[in-house]
């Protein structure tokens, strides 16, 4: 019979990414339509989408942003964990 463990699971926290991109590109003097234009969008509603946490640039969208903020795409992703109950034990020595 397995054993029943826990497991902390990371996940992306989308407004608290959403603000971080927000305070990166105020810190740094880019106004939305800045952004736009170094993405070439005809619109900025992905940026208040990023900005607002609806959505999460894509990787290469996050590329391009952390060389713009001069950081490390790290320091854009704001993580939190969520708790999973009744993962096996065998997965847990997986990971």
């Known amino acids: ?16 990414t959403g603000a971080q991109i927000k305070r990166l590109r105020q ?7 800045d952004v736009q234009s170094v993405f ?19 990787i290469d969208n996050l590329l391009v942003l952390a060389q713009l903020f001069n950081v490390e795409i790290g320091d854009l992703i704001a993580t939190k964990t969520i708790e999973i109950d009744s993962v096996p034990e065998n997965i847990m020595k997986s990971a």
């Open 1 to 16: 019979m397995e054993t029943i463990r826990t497991f902390l699971k990371p996940v992306i926290d989308l407004q608290g």
């Open 27 to 33: 810190l740094n003097g880019f106004s939305v339509h």
């Open 40 to 58: 070439g969008f005809d619109y900025p509603q992905a940026i208040y989408g990023w900005e607002s946490g609806k959505n999460i640039p894509t």
